[in-house]
């Protein structure tokens, strides 16, 4: 039985192939590090075109936001000729 145990052991030791963010990953495997899960290495390609891993990384583009006024409506024109930046507030400081 103490046998088992130690076969179990030292196979368990040999699937830990390397440490990423802490923690063990698997041989055979890699860790995603945008969905801070392993995924196996014969699969990362599929992970990585696949909706879950897509929504958990940043987008370099801005959502539009529908309570902007658009580049032709006149208070917007006024806003940029009085200064205004657009990825600021109105406040004196840019707040708000």
Not at 31 to 37: A, L, N, P, T, V
Request: aromatic share 6%.
């Amino acid at each position: 039985m103490a046998d088992s145990f130690q076969n179990d052991s030292a196979s368990q030791a040999a699937t830990v192939s390397k440490q990423s963010k802490g923690s063990m990953v698997a041989v055979g495997y890699e860790f995603c590090d945008s969905c801070q899960m392993e995924v196996r290495k014969d699969d990362m390609d599929r992970h990585r075109k696949g909706t879950a891993h897509l929504m958990s990384q940043e987008s370099p583009i801005k959502p539009l936001d529908s309570l902007t006024l658009g580049h032709k409506n006149k208070g917007f024109k006024m806003l940029l000729k009085a200064g205004w930046d657009y990825d600021k507030g109105l406040g004196v400081e840019g707040q708000g």
